[in-house]
């Protein structure tokens, strides 16, 4: 993991940009484009850092929303991102501007153990840390290549929240209106107690 990424100016970027946009998402998502936001959880109550495992990942957009989902106390809310993503320069800054951290991967996809442990140290210095399914945008769902990593966070007794980022298909009285739209939906559910929980909590947030 490169550590010039968790340097404090990345950290001091990262923070005031996702607080200063945090109004303008909130009234932009969940107003005016009408995301629900359905939250079950108790992050409201909680001050400590903590890890947020959230999917699925399909838009770019996903790391803006998610922040303007948890309450601004928490902010700023750093990504995993796998390094393969910081194609050119301009991208690459502005990645670790938003608060970005590359991460490699094992030919197998999953996440380094020294990188693991890096993270777990990040977050516990006071960090609240995101990451998607397999770091990047695949838009798939959480399997084994995170065990390691929510195995670890929950033996260091680090608070980790499962978020579900769904979308409904159009109803049929929509179609009949030919104005084809799809709700979007924010769900945050309850902490998880145990690692396994994260292949099975989607089904139910």
């Known amino acids: 993991m490169n550590k010039e990424i968790t340097h404090s100016f990345y950290a001091t970027t990262a923070r005031l940009l ?20 359905i939250d079950a959880s108790d992050m409201k109550k909680t001050d400590t850092p903590l890890l947020l495992a959230v999917a699925p990942h399909t838009k770019h957009s996903d790391v803006v929303i998610v922040p303007a989902s948890v309450p601004f106390h928490l902010l700023p809310v750093r990504w995993l991102a796998d390094e393969k993503i910081f ?9 670790k501007l938003w608060g970005a951290i590359p991460v490699k991967r094992s ?24 990451v998607f399914p397999e770091c990047c945008l695949v838009g798939g769902y959480f399997g084994e290549l995170h065990q390691n990593l929510i195995t670890q966070a929950l033996a260091r007794k680090l608070p980790v929240y499962p978020i579900g980022l769904s979308v409904s298909e159009t109803s049929a009285l929509d179609e009949k209106l030919k104005e084809p739209h799809s709700k979007k939906s924010v769900q945050i559910g309850a902490i998880l107690s145990k690692p396994e929980d994260l292949l099975d909590r989607w089904t139910s947030l």
Do not use: M
């Open 87 to 95: 194609t050119n320069r301009v991208k690459s800054y502005w990645l």
């Open 107 to 130: 030919l197998q996809g999953e996440l380094l153990c020294e990188d693991i442990d890096a993270i777990l140290k990040f977050t516990q210095s006071g960090r609240c840390v995101g």
């Open 18 to 37: 996702q607080r200063l946009i945090y109004p303008l998402c909130r009234l932009y998502f969940f107003k005016l484009k009408r995301v629900r936001l």
